[in-house]
């Protein structure tokens, strides 16, 4: 009996509601298998059975025809391939189609931190204590934005320094921290709202809502008009990975901090601690400084 790709679809994504995935990466699934089964209609396939790894091959290379980036292709193939997983353990296919198509070859090199300057440029020319409190808070915990802007005030412990994501990537909860800068500054951006409880932590200056991804996405925007320099949540998250390794810190603690499930996202930026090891090493070389 063949399966209707709509019809798997749906087994997919109430599986997605029943694992409690955010929002956003269920609207994520949505936009990229539509997009994919849109393909498949075109080429009158609209079974999983009749899904082939030739069909999915053309598939990725059209997208890289369109010129659509590396990245993006490579976000594309991972979520065809998570949904046809699904239709092996749900027992709806034997096989993935995926099984016989290559992953999408990324060039491994991670954009270069923010500067201290960049960074003092950025608070400096921030226009609401909104955007340098909120920038401060993304540096010093290493959140996702969407994890920042999901928090209310009550999952911020002052006192304790702790601020508890209830859901983070994947739908998982875990607790990260923030230094004492970091909370006097909260405290004040806070105390002069008079916000409490339930409420958001960070909301828009023009509504008094929630802040939305869009609404962080053009308040960089604004701050890179007056920088120019193109800084973005994911930056600071970066800058502040890169600072805590070369720091010292424990790549399993980060891991933790970071919400990552593995340490496999992190070995890109230990290659680039190595290189600040490689460089210190040319500089300060025992025998060719010595000798």
């Excluded at 009158?44 to 980036?69: F, W």
């Excluded at 909260?186 to 609404?215: D, M, N, Q, Y």
């Excluded at 390794?245 to 190595?274: C, E, N």
């Amino acid at each position: 009996m063949s399966t209707t790709l709509q019809a798997a679809f749906e087994l997919f994504q109430l599986e997605n509601k029943a694992r409690r995935f955010t929002k956003n990466t269920i609207r994520a699934y949505e936009t990229k298998l539509s997009a994919f089964f849109i393909f498949c209609e075109t080429e009158n396939v609209t079974t999983i059975e009749a899904v082939t790894p030739t069909l999915i091959k053309s598939y990725l290379v059209g997208l890289q025809e369109r010129g659509l980036k590396d990245l993006s292709i490579s976000s594309y193939y991972k979520a065809v391939q998570t949904f046809f997983n699904f239709c092996v353990k749900d027992g709806l296919l034997t096989v993935s189609p995926m099984n016989k198509v290559s992953k999408v070859k990324l060039d491994k090199k991670i954009i270069p931190a923010l500067t201290q300057d960049e960074i003092k440029k950025l608070l400096k020319n921030a226009q609401f204590e909104r955007d340098s409190v909120l920038i401060l808070f993304l540096l010093d915990t290493l959140m996702r934005a969407s994890e920042a802007l999901a928090l209310n005030i009550e999952d911020v412990d002052l006192k304790k320094g702790t601020v508890t994501i209830h859901l983070g990537k994947g739908g998982k909860s875990r607790v990260t921290y923030i230094g004492s800068t970091v909370q006097k500054k909260l405290i004040k951006f806070i105390g002069k709202r008079g916000a409490k409880g339930k409420e958001p932590l960070f909301v828009s200056e023009r509504t008094g809502k929630r802040l939305t991804l869009t609404g962080i996405d053009q308040m960089f925007r604004r701050m890179q008009k007056r920088t120019g320099i193109a800084a973005t949540p994911h930056a600071l998250r970066r800058t502040g990975c890169l600072f805590l390794l070369r720091q010292g810190m424990s790549v399993y603690h980060l891991q933790k901090m970071m919400g990552h499930t593995d340490i496999q996202t992190l070995r890109h930026y230990l290659a680039l601690v190595d290189d600040d090891i490689k460089s210190a090493h040319d500089q300060f070389g025992v025998v060719d400084n010595l000798l």
